[in-house]
C-alpha cells in the first residue's frame, strides 16, 4: 500500500531507494499506531553531543526476562548476518517484522515499514536507517532489534532467542568488546560505560 500522501509521519532512511520496494505498515494512524508501540519498549537517553537517543527501557527488559546482546550494526547490512534473524522469524510465524526509524527531535513521527522475514529485505532496512536509531520488531514484541545511529545495535529477548540468531562466539562481553573495536578500533568499553551500564543485568555472560 503507497501512502506518500502521509505528509505527517517522516520517512527518516538515510538511503530511501534501498527500502524504495517495501510498504508502509499500513495508513497513517495504522502506523501511528505501530510508532507508539515501538516507544512502548523504549525509553529516552540523553546523548554526550546533548541529542536524544534511544535505549531499551529497563522496565520493559525486567519485567519480561529479556536478554540483550550488543554487535556491530553495519554488519547487519550484510544479508548473511541477518539470514538466521529471518529464518528464526519465520519459525515463529512471522512473514512480516515492522520497521520504523526514531527521530532524534520531539514532534516528528516515523513511517512504519513492513519488512518481509528474508535475510535481503533484513538487512536493507538497517543499512538505509543507519544514520539514526531504529527499531525492528515482530507484530508480537516477542524480540526486537534496536540499531543505535549507525554504530552499534541492540538484539533483545528470551535467551533462547539470543541463542538461535547469534553464534556462541557474537554472545557475551568479549564479543561487546568486539563489536565496539569493529566500529572504532580506537574505542573500548570503557568508552561506552554510560550506554552499557543499564544493560548490565540483562547481558549474557
Not at 550488543?70 to 534473524?85: D, G, H, M
Not at 535467551?159 to 563489536?179: Q, Y
Amino acid at each position: 500500500m503507497s501512502n506518500d500522501s502521509d505528509t505527517d509521519l517522516q520517512n527518516i532512511a538515510a538511503f530511501p531507494s534501498a527500502i524504495a520496494h517495501l510498504s508502509r505498515a499500513g495508513s497513517s494512524q495504522e502506523q501511528s499506531a505501530l510508532y507508539d508501540t515501538a516507544w512502548s519498549m523504549l525509553e529516552v537517553c540523553t546523548l554526550p553531543d546533548g541529542y536524544r537517543g534511544s535505549r531499551f527501557a529497563n522496565a520493559w527488559l525486567g519485567e519480561r526476562n529479556w536478554r540483550v546482546q550488543i554487535v556491530p550494526q553495519r554488519e547487519l547490512w550484510k544479508p548473511e548476518q541477518v539470514a538466521v534473524l529471518a529464518e528464526t522469524a519465520r519459525k515463529q510465524g512471522h512473514e512480516a517484522l515492522y520497521g520504523a526509524g526514531l527521530p532524534s527531535r520531539e514532534g516528528y513521527r516515523s513511517a512504519v515499514w513492513r519488512v518481509p522475514s528474508d535475510a535481503e529485505d533484513i538487512s536493507r532496512f538497517f543499512e538505509s536507517h543507519y544514520a539514526a536509531f531504529h527499531l525492528l520488531f515482530p507484530e508480537d514484541l516477542s524480540f526486537a532489534v534496536h540499531g543505535w545511529d549507525g554504530d552499534l545495535a541492540t538484539f533483545a529477548g528470551p535467551e533462547t532467542f539470543l541463542r538461535d540468531v547469534l553464534a556462541p562466539g557474537d554472545i557475551g562481553a568479549a564479543a561487546t568488546a568486539a563489536a565496539i573495536a569493529y566500529m572504532n578500533p580506537s574505542l573500548t568499553v570503557e568508552d561506552f560505560a554510560g550506554d552499557l551500564e543499564p544493560y548490565q543485568p540483562f547481558m549474557l555472560d
